[in-house]
């Protein structure tokens, strides 16, 4: 999740090139030669994958600044009990990382992470912890690879032997300098080293754009068996991020509901400046009937299928990440959102981990303590 940083939906809103390829009943590869299918779907990654069906991340938490939000103990005991058999730990290694040349992690990062580690494992839960908001690795990934690797090294030491329901996933959302084709060779270094002290550890990859959906054609991986491909998909991101004030002005405009179109018709607010696609979205969710509509699932199953197909062919599974809708959408369309996007996902045969437990695209009312008004039964339910 992008937290802390002035995003354009435009970024966001890549894959519509992915259309015409997801709604196609054939699938044509389309990935660099380099990446060559692995033949057996019964591989370390394929079992491994079993155990990281439902998940749920705790945002905000321990890759958070100063907005970092609290999780107590009992709150894992709640997760479980929820029906979740997984839990995402973003984690900002980097601040907590020496001068180079070692860049050596501190103890206190150390007894944090642990803390979420353990406390997931008692309640007999699978556990991914990540390098997450590492923004240097972004703007400079060349220069910055080292430090990178000297981070998974003492990562992969302090963890190599604990059970194998924890997971290592290598980086989140890589962006801007951090394209897919710089990351790949990064990648490959990343899992050999982690390889010298976890040999059978399950290990999660994301390509670049932000973990797009439209950058998995770019993906390059070792012939390496037990490494799961991870994406993130918010769309319909008008939907997901309105009013989230870490966006920009693009998606200001509240009051979209999920499915549209709305029973009335959603006047544009003129002071946000919109610019004509901006228009052009409003407009089709005001007008076009549900099975057309934006606000949709039309949004993401194609995109789904897409990556089931990409899956099958190449024989590495696919986990979704990260996906949600922020609580300024009204309770009903989050709960009709997440249900539609749990469906299509299972349909596809994909795990998923939503964003986020308890901050702002919450699953846990921590006031209340029990689930947000209609969220068991969408992610839960039958």
């Not at 944090?112 to 007999?124: E, G, K, P, S």
């Not at 992969?156 to 980086?171: G, I, M, Q, T, V």
């Not at 319909?236 to 998606?251: E, I, K, N, R």
């Not at 009204?330 to 469906?343: K, V």
Request: aromatic share 12%.
């Amino acid at each position: 999740m992008k937290s802390t940083r002035i995003i354009t939906i435009a970024m966001l809103l890549l894959g519509g090139g992915l259309r015409a390829q997801t709604d196609d009943a054939s699938f044509t590869p389309a990935n660099p030669p380099g990446l060559l299918p692995l033949p057996s779907h019964k591989s370390p990654a394929y079992r491994a994958a079993k155990l990281f069906r439902h998940g749920v991340n705790l945002g905000d938490y321990l890759e958070a600044g100063s907005w970092a939000v609290k999780i107590d103990a009992g709150e894992f005991a709640a997760m479980k009990h929820e029906g979740f058999d997984h839990v995402r730990v973003p984690v900002g290694w980097h601040r907590y990382a020496g001068p180079a040349p070692d860049f050596t992690l501190s103890p206190e990062i150390f007894s944090r992470v642990d803390f979420a580690v353990t406390n997931t494992l008692n309640n007999h839960m699978a556990v991914m912890i990540n390098i997450h908001h590492f923004d240097a690795l972004d703007k400079d990934p060349t220069n910055t690879a080292a430090e990178f690797l000297k981070i998974w090294q003492q990562i992969a030491a302090h963890y190599r032997n604990f059970p194998a329901r924890l997971a290592f996933e290598l980086d989140n959302e890589p962006h801007d300098y951090a394209t897919t084709a710089l990351m790949n060779p990064i990648y490959a270094q990343a899992i050999t080293e982690i390889r010298q002290t976890n040999p059978k550890r399950t290990i999660f990859v994301e390509p670049g754009g932000w973990g797009s959906i439209a950058e998995l054609k770019n993906l390059v991986l070792p012939p390496d068996d037990n490494v799961i491909v991870s994406v993130h998909c918010y769309d319909p991101f008008h939907f997901t991020h309105q009013g989230a004030s870490w966006t920009s002005a693009d998606v200001q405009q509240t009051n979209i509901v999920f499915p549209g179109p709305p029973a009335q018709p959603l006047a544009m607010d003129e002071g946000l400046n919109p610019k004509p696609w901006v228009r052009d979205w409003i407009e089709k969710y005001n007008t076009l009937p549900s099975g057309q509509n934006p606000s949709s699932p039309l949004a993401f199953t194609g995109k789904l299928k897409y990556l089931h197909a990409w899956s099958d062919y190449y024989g590495r599974p696919i986990h979704l990440g990260e996906f949600g809708a922020y609580i300024k959408a009204d309770e009903r369309s989050r709960a009709n959102f997440y249900a539609a996007f749990r469906q299509a996902a299972e349909k596809e045969q994909l795990g998923w981990c939503i964003w986020d437990w308890s901050a702002n695209f919450r699953y846990w009312d921590k006031k209340n303590n029990a689930p947000m008004p209609g969220m068991r039964d969408a992610l839960f339910g039958k």
